[in-house]
């Protein structure tokens, strides 16, 4: 299960840039926020810890390794690029970067979901992800 700090780190960097489209967070009402209306929903799909130093409790190192994913939904029968543009500028908001711990590495290219929500284009990329904890 991914570390509340990492949800709240990402979270944190997604709602601070991005104001393009709503975004739906994990607890949020999962259906579209309006009808014709473009969407980001943040995913935390996996997460694995691994010990890496002993200490005293309380101080030993451990790292996660996981993935977050964006989805984006775009209206049906508008522009195709528009969906792949906002898949590449959230890439870009988080490829190889650092914040609150979190460090970022790859992100995969725009993905074509095939469970579809109605009326949406629907695309995801997912972006790897290390974070050391103490534990």
């Known amino acids: 299960m991914v570390q509340q700090a990492v949800v709240d780190a990402v979270t944190s960097r997604l709602t601070g840039a991005w104001t393009t489209t709503p975004i739906i967070l ?3 009402d999962p259906a579209p926020p309006a009808s014709g209306v473009a969407f980001v929903a943040l995913q935390f799909p996996t997460a694995r810890e691994t010990f890496i130093a002993m200490a005293a409790t309380g101080s030993r ?3 996660e390794n996981g993935t977050f994913r964006m989805v984006v939904a775009v209206p049906r029968g508008g522009d195709a690029d ?3 543009g906002y898949c590449g ?3 870009a908001l988080f490829r190889l970067q650092t914040f609150s ?4 590495f790859e992100a995969s290219p725009p993905v074509e979901n095939a469970g579809d929500v109605a009326g949406y284009w629907v695309l995801s990329i997912s972006v790897l992800y290390q974070f050391d904890f103490f534990a």
């Open 61 to 63: 190192l451990m790292r």
């Open 89 to 91: 500028t959230l890439a």
């Open 26 to 28: 994990a607890n949020d």
């Open 82 to 84: 528009t969906g792949r």
């Open 101 to 104: 711990g979190v460090v970022c």
